[in-house]
T-cell receptor, first 111, second 116 residues
Framework: EDQVTQSPEALRLQEGESSSLNCSYT??????LFWYRQDPGKGPEFLFT???AGEEKEKERLKATLTKKESFLHITAPKPEDSATYLC????????????FGQGTRLTINP | GAVVSQHPSWVICKSGTSVKIECRSL??????MFWYRQFPKQSLMLMAT?????????EQGVEKDKFLINHASLTLSTLTVTSAHPEDSSFYIC????????????FGPGTRLTVL
């Protein structure tokens, strides 16, 4: 069964304290991996797409990396406005266009 | 680019009534749109895939006669919750891909449905 698991479930950091969120996947064939940010009461906001092991993408304080079994979302010197739920999703080679989502990591940055 | 809108942003209705939610792609044409629902503190659950000009494909366990999907144009898909009941109360989110064959989905802002 195709599975996406995110850890930790929740993470509290102080402003400026860097850390990483993990997304591990067990799938039949990976077509792509996606990171989204979701604020309370809003739809997910697209952050990154990663397609192959070794690929990295950056946007402001965020950097996403991909290996054959997992992806990391590194957040450097976070600010309170980075507080949100971060969702990881995978598209499968034989997935009929669907995304399989992890449960998300609720990130809180304290000032 | 790749902006998706939803209307309404929230709706309250009485049990037994039907509610229609619209999903529009504002700056691109979307041959495929997706409908999700999300319960509090849970992740997104795909309900159905909406294809322009053809019938929607529903996920296992989703009642197609209760959740009617129409994708009549390249920029509009609608989800109608028929004979709504309190257990249908949820956050409904649509998404679309901005290119045929692309994998990235862009999401709308969501619609909060409360059934009394």
């Amino acid at each position: 069964e195709d599975q996406v698991t995110q850890s930790p479930e929740a993470l509290r950091l102080q402003e400026g304290e860097s850390s990483s969120l993990n997304c591990s996947y067990t799938v039949s064939g990976l077509r792509g991996l996606f990171w989204y940010r979701q604020d309370p009461g809003k739809g997910p906001e697209f952050l990154f797409t990663l397609y192959s092991a070794g690929e990295e993408k950056e946007k402001e304080r965020l950097k996403a990396t991909l290996t054959k079994k997992e992806s990391f979302l590194h957040i450097t010197a976070p600010k309170p406005e980075d507080s949100a739920t971060y969702l990881c999703a995978v598209a499968l080679i034989q997935g009929a266009q669907k995304l399989v989502f992890g449960q998300g990591t609720r990130l809180t940055i304290n000032p | 680019g790749a902006v998706v809108s939803q209307h309404p942003s929230w709706v309250i209705c009485k049990s037994g009534t039907s509610v229609k939610i619209e999903c529009r792609s504002l700056d691109f044409q979307a041959t495929t749109m997706f409908w999700y629902r999300q319960f509090p503190k849970q992740s997104l659950m795909l309900m159905a895939t909406s294809n322009e000009g053809s019938k929607a494909t529903y996920e296992q366990g989703v009642e197609k006669d209760k959740f009617l999907i129409n994708h009549a144009s390249l920029t509009l898909s609608t989800l109608t919750v028929t004979s709504a009941h309190p257990e249908d109360s949820s956050f409904y989110i649509c998404s679309a891909r901005d290119q045929v064959g692309a994998d990235t989905q862009y999401f709308g802002p969501g619609t909060r449905l409360t059934v009394l």
